[in-house]
């Protein structure tokens, strides 16, 4: 039974490699997802979050909708397991928990407002900037996936790195945030609708 | 004469022993030994959606508390995006502090998490006095160096009350359970505006 399973996992292995992607393969991702990112001014798409921490039974999961308008209002909002959106807009924050809402204002706080510029690109997957970023090519079980190490040490209290898998059109399909202790949030997005108009609620509190 | 007679009665309210205060009176029970219930299963994830509301300012996120060994659990919160912001092993002897975030890392908000979080997952309780009233019982224990004082209906942990000169300093009261999960609670300092909620998901 095992050596089956090792043959298996052997072929899955040799069929999918892991492997560095090329210069002319890196450079042609990077042009796919700024071209993308520069055409595409709505986005909505739906998402499973999973968060794992190492001493956890279980992943926890929650799922949602996002929904993006260029240039950086973001709707994060989770249907269950509880009710809970966070508004990008304008450089504030704001906050439904449930019927109670709050507000923070971003411009005042750089931490909050790298986060949020990291999580509007993040959603378009444009983030190929090697002032800020650290950033290592490769494929993975056929997947084009792109690692992202934050340089400043501020940020990288947070999140150690993103890992982004891009579907073959460049598009996010998959987002890794790991944080310095290994632990991370996982979040897979499906159903994505790119330059619909979105209803101005969506991004109202 | 009149206000040193009302600072009197003040004086020896104030004096009052707690369960006298909340009429309760000894009870010569033989239970004199607890295991809190609420977070004894090795197998299980206690996930809980928390909002907390420190001094006037809200905040919300997500509560994991997981019974890693015998005598030791792991307290966790994140945001719901899913940020860490603090992680604590708490053993019967030990408080570890394997994550915070810097802007947190202070002696006196550690000392205050850290004494809540040991109350609310603390197994094996040893009794040293029984109180009783109709079908309710008081039992008081030792958690450090503060008496705390354990809230019994028809057997079932209600709220475990920390009190410091027989007055509540923090109350912790246990709602909406079923087969030894509390889906509600609720954590309420007395002294300090500070209070934490919890609902399980």
Redesign the interface.
């Known amino acids: 039974m095992y050596r089956v399973l090792a043959i298996a996992l052997f072929l899955v292995q040799a069929l999918y490699p892991q492997s560095k992607m090329s210069m002319e393969e890196a450079q042609e991702l990077q042009a796919q997802v700024k071209q993308k990112s520069q055409s595409t001014k709505t986005i909505t798409s739906d998402f499973v979050q999973y968060k794992h921490l190492d001493f956890l039974s279980n992943d926890i999961e929650s799922t949602g909708e996002m929904a993006f308008k260029a240039p950086d209002n973001v709707s994060w909002e989770y249907e269950t397991p509880f009710s809970y959106k966070v508004l990008f807009k304008d450089e504030k924050l704001f906050i439904n928990d449930n019927g109670n809402k709050s507000k923070l204002d971003l411009g005042s706080n750089k931490l909050f407002k790298q986060l949020n510029q990291l999580i509007t690109a993040s959603i378009s997957g444009d983030m190929f900037n090697d002032t800020e970023f650290d950033i290592a090519y490769s494929k993975e079980n056929g997947n084009r996936m792109v690692h992202f190490l934050p340089k400043d040490p501020q940020f990288s209290e947070f999140i150690k790195a993103f890992h982004i898998s891009f579907s073959d059109q460049g598009a996010v399909n998959e987002l890794k945030m790991i944080e310095p202790s290994g632990d991370y949030t996982r979040i897979i997005f499906s159903n994505r609708v790119e330059n619909k108009a979105i209803p101005d609620a969506v991004f109202t509190q | 004469m009149r206000f040193l007679l009302s600072s009197l009665i003040v004086f020896f309210l104030g004096c009052t022993p707690y369960p006298k205060k909340l009429g309760y009176s000894p009870d010569q029970s033989k239970s004199k030994t607890f295991t809190n219930p609420y977070f004894s299963d090795l197998?299980?994830?206690y996930?809980y959606?928390a909002?907390i509301s420190a001094f006037k300012n809200?905040f919300?996120g997500?509560l994991?508390i997981?019974k890693?060994d015998e005598n030791k659990h792991?307290v966790?919160f994140?945001t719901?995006?899913?940020?860490?912001i603090f992680?604590f092993s708490i053993g019967d002897d030990s408080f570890e502090v394997?994550?915070i975030?810097?802007k947190m890392d202070r002696k006196l908000l550690l000392n205050v998490l850290e004494q809540d979080f040991r109350t609310l997952i603390k197994e094996n309780i040893a009794f040293t006095e029984t109180y009783a009233k109709e079908n309710t019982k008081l039992l008081k224990a030792k958690i450090g160096t503060k008496n705390h004082y354990y809230n019994f209906k028809k057997d079932t942990l209600q709220s475990i009350a920390k009190v410091g000169n027989q007055k509540e300093i923090v109350v912790i009261t246990f709602s909406e359970r079923s087969e030894n999960l509390a889906r509600h609670i609720q954590i309420l300092h007395k002294n300090i505006k500070l209070a934490i909620s919890l609902q399980a998901?």
């Open positions: 197998q299980k994830d996930v959606k909002n809200e919300s997500i994991v997981k890693t792991r966790a994140t719901e995006l899913g940020n860490t992680d394997n994550h975030l810097k998901i």
